[in-house]
């Protein structure tokens, strides 16, 4: 066998290897792309999820504390209706006993009007309720309004990783795989923190 026959031989043999190789990269690479998209897919679900309770929880705190002032309006009211009847039986002192007693039936129900607007543990309808409840709806808008970039960024990377990946299994590239790899490490990293808000991260 000639020199020429054996190198021709070997590399055809180096090219048989190579082709397999690139073959099995292909088919990994494919099935990683496949988790990939699943990881946006999860990402894109937990994003218009905190982007549905910003907006929902900051619509009912508005409404809330309007029904808040509302209520205040009406303890107000009530409050100086009260204090009015007092001052008017202070002043006459000589009124008639049926009018002092209907006066202080007044007084007394507008008092307790005045508490009931106050406090009202039965309805949740108190400013003390209302206010607990609209700070409370706050609160879960601030954390969605945490969660919220984390998702953003998380998508962002994993767009770009499955470009790459793609890019990768066109050209056989490990170093565009390895970088999408990468990116893809870093989007599951902020996925998770979304969902679970572990690091307040500066860009919230």
């Known amino acids: 066998m000639e ?15 190579s082709a397999e190789a690139d073959a099995t990269f292909r088919k990994y690479t494919g099935i990683y792309l496949g ?3 699943m990881l946006l897919a999860i990402t894109a679900l937990g994003g218009a999820h905190a982007t549905k309770t910003i907006v929902n929880s900051n619509i009912q705190a508005s409404d809330t504390y309007g029904f808040y002032q509302a209520r205040n309006i009406r303890q107000t009211a009530y ?5 009015q009847l ?3 039986l202070l002043a006459q002192p000589a009124m008639p006993e049926a009018a002092k007693a209907k006066l202080e039936q007044m007084v007394k129900r507008d008092r ?3 508490d009931r607007y106050e406090s009202d ?3 949740g309808e108190g400013k003390k309720e209302l206010l607990a409840k ?14 919220d970039p984390n998702f953003d960024y998380a998508e962002a990377l994993f767009q770009i990783a499955i470009v790459l990946g793609s890019v990768s299994i066109v050209a056989a590239s490990r170093p565009l795989v390895n970088l999408s790899g990468v990116l893809a490490i870093a989007g599951t990293l902020l996925m998770i923190n979304g969902y679970f808000l572990l690091v307040h991260l500066p860009f919230e």
Do not use: F, M, N, Y
């Not at 409050?79 to 204090?83: H, K, P, Y």
């Not at 609209?134 to 969660?147: C, I, S, V």
């Open 134 to 147: 609209a700070k409370g709806l706050e609160a879960t808008r601030d954390h969605a309004a945490a969660q």
């Open 3 to 17: 020199a020429t026959e054996i190198a021709e031989k070997i590399r055809g043999e180096h090219e048989a290897h």
């Open 121 to 123: 543990p039965s309805t």
């Open 79 to 83: 409050q100086i209706a009260a204090e």
């Open 35 to 37: 988790i990939i998209a």
């Open 112 to 114: 307790e009007r005045v």
């Open 86 to 88: 007092e001052a008017e």
